[in-house]
C-alpha cells in the first residue's frame, strides 16, 4: 500500500509565530456531547483530525444531522437517535470509543462499537466492568473491541477507578447521566477534566469536589447546546516545543494554547530541566484557560519523573523521551505503566525506534531511564500507525546528524494535521513525501 514519510534534514533553527490544531480531546467530546444536546451546537475551531472524524462519523450514524462549514466549524443538530444500521466504527480513537461506548448503554437500542485492528488491541474491561456494575448489558471480545451493547436499566454507584484515566471516568460520568440515583467517581490523580467542564457549562447534574478527586453525578437535567471555539492543542504544542528546546539557535511562539491545568505538565517537567519555557494565560475558551507558549532553545538537566504528574503529561512521554535523550545526565520516568496501553506500547515503540537513531534507553516496567546528552544519527524508522510516535522521530531527526526518514508519516493527521507543514513554517526542514 502506498503511504507517505516525513523526510527531516538536521540543522535549521527553528523561529516564528505558530498555533496548532484545536484541542483532540475537546473535540470528541463536543460531537458527542452535542448530539446529546437538546438543539444546535455550535463549534469552530474543531478538530478536523482522523480520530475525531471517526467520532463525528459515529454520531452521524445515530442520526444527528451535522453541517460542516470549511473544514473545522460545524453544527449539530442534537438530542434524539436512532438505532445505528452497522456497527459504530471508531477507527483508532480510544477516546471515541470508550466515551461512546458511556452513552450507548444508556440508549433504548442496541449498538455494536468497532474499530481498527489497533483498536481492538486496547483494553476495554476498564470500562466494561464498572458499567456492568452500573447494571449495564455490555459484552466485550474477551475484553476487547468490539464491543455488545444491549438496553438495560442503569443505576448510580460509587467507583474508586484503580487508574486515573479520563476516558474511563467519562465513560462513567455520560452512562451516569441515565442512571437512575447518584454515581460518585474517584480518581488517583488529576485526570483530564474536560468532560466534566464541558457537562456543567451545559447544565448537567454534575459537580467536582475543590481537589477533582471525586466527581458526582445524577440523571435528569436537560442538556443545553454549546456554542465556542476549541483552542490549541496542549499536546500538539509538545512537538515544536521540544524541537525548540533541542536545535540550537531557535526561539518560537505557540500561541490560542489550552492550558487546562490537567494538560500542561509537560510545559512543567520542561521548566524544571532547565528549559526555556515562558506560559502566559491570554484568555479563556470553552472554559479553559488559554495562552501563548514562548520557547527558547536551551541545555536541558535530566529529571526524575513520577507522581502526579504523570497522567498531566501522559501523551506527552514519546516527545518527552527525546528531550531526555538531549538532557545532561540521569533522566528517570516511573508510574507511567499506562503508556504500555495506549496506541502503541509507547515505552517499547519508542526506545525500539530511537535506538535505530543510536540511543541508549533503558526500558523500566513503568517507565524508562537515559543519560545523555546522546549523539544520534539519521536512519529509517517507523510510525507504527500511532500518531504521536511519528512525530516525536521527527523531532528526533531535527537533532540527529543526517537525514532521517520517519515511515509510517499519515497517521499523525489522527490528531495534527498538518503537522510538516507547520514544522517547515516554522523553519524545520521537514517534509511529507509519498512512499511505495
Ligand atoms: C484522553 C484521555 C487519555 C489520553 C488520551 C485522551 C481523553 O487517555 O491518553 O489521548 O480525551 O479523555 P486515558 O484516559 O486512557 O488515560
Redesign the pocket.
Known amino acids: 500500500m502506498a503511504a507517505d514519510q516525513f523526510i527531516v534534514q538536521p540543522g535549521q533553527a527553528l523561529h516564528h509565530e505558530t498555533t496548532v490544531p484545536g484541542d483532540?480531546?475537546i473535540s470528541?467530546?463536543a460531537v458527542l456531547f452535542g448530539a446529546l444536546a437538546q438543539g444546535e451546537t455550535h463549534v469552530r475551531g474543531w478538530l478536523a483530525a482522523g480520530d475525531t472524524e471517526a467520532s463525528l462519523r459515529a454520531v452521524q450514524t445515530l442520526g444527528v444531522a451535522v453541517e460542516r462549514h470549511g473544514r473545522n466549524e460545524l453544527t449539530l443538530h442534537g438530542g434524539t437517535f436512532r438505532q445505528p444500521a452497522a456497527p459504530l466504527d471508531l477507527v483508532n480513537a480510544?477516546?471515541g470509543i470508550?466515551?461512546l461506548t458511556g452513552i450507548m448503554v444508556g440508549q433504548p437500542f442496541p449498538s455494536i462499537l468497532d474499530g481498527s485492528a489497533q483498536l481492538r488491541r486496547r483494553p476495554m474491561n476498564r470500562i466494561i466492568n464498572p458499567l456492568r456494575e452500573m447494571g449495564a448489558d455490555i459484552e466485550g471480545t474477551a475484553g476487547y473491541a468490539p464491543l455488545y451493547v444491549r438496553p438495560a436499566a442503569l443505576r448510580g454507584i460509587r467507583y474508586d477507578m484503580p487508574?486515573?484515566?479520563?476516558?474511563?471516568?467519562?465513560a462513567l460520568i455520560l452512562a451516569a447521566l441515565f442512571a437512575n440515583g447518584e454515581t460518585v467517581i474517584t480518581q488517583p490523580g488529576p485526570?483530564?477534566d474536560?468532560?466534566e467542564r464541558m457537562l456543567m457549562s451545559m447544565g448537567a447534574n454534575l459537580t467536582s469536589d475543590n481537589s477533582g478527586s471525586a466527581v458526582h453525578v445524577r440523571s435528569g437535567a436537560r442538556l443545553h447546546p454549546l456554542n465556542f471555539t476549541v483552542p490549541g492543542d496542549a499536546?500538539s504544542a509538545a512537538f515544536p516545543t521540544v524541537a525548540a528546546l533541542i536545535v540550537p539557535e531557535s526561539a518560537i511562539r505557540l500561541t490560542n494554547i489550552n492550558l487546562n491545568p490537567t494538560r500542561t505538565g509537560i510545559f512543567d517537567v520542561l521548566q524544571a530541566m532547565g528549559g526555556d519555557v515562558a506560559v502566559e494565560e491570554t484568555g479563556t475558551a470553552a472554559g479553559d484557560p488559554v495562552g501563548t507558549i514562548t520557547v527558547r532553545h536551551s541545555i536541558l538537566r535530566g529529571v526524575e519523573v513520577g507522581g502526579e504528574v504523570v497522567?498531566r503529561m501522559?501523551?506527552e512521554f514519546p516527545v518527552f523521551m527525546v528531550a531526555a535523550l538531549l538532557a545532561e545526565g540521569e533522566t528517570i520516568v516511573r508510574d507511567a505503566q499506562?503508556l504500555r496501553?495506549?496506541e502503541t506500547d509507547r515505552i517499547a515503540v519508542m526506545a525500539g525506534e530511537l535506538r535505530k537513531l543510536g540511543a541508549q534507553i533503558e526500558e523500566l516496567p513503568d517507565g524508562f531511564r537515559v543519560v545523555g546528552p546522546q549523539r544520534l544519527r539519521g536512519a529509517v524508522v517507523d510510525g507504527h500507525d500511532d500518531h504521536r510516535v511519528a512525530m516525536s522521530m521527527v523531532v528526533a531527526g531535527l537533532a540527529a546528524e543526517g537525514v532521517t526518514h520517519v515511515h509510517d508519516a499519515r497517521c499523525a493527521a489522527d490528531s495534527f494535521p498538518g503537522y510538516a507543514e507547520t514544522m517547515a513554517s516554522l523553519g524545520a526542514a521537514v517534509r511529507v513525501e509519498a512512499l511505495g
Open positions: 483532540k480531546s470528541h467530546r480510544g477516546t470508550r466515551l487508574v486515573a484515566s479520563a476516558q474511563v471516568k467519562s485526570a483530564r474536560h468532560t499536546s497522567v501522559i501523551d499506562e496501553v495506549k
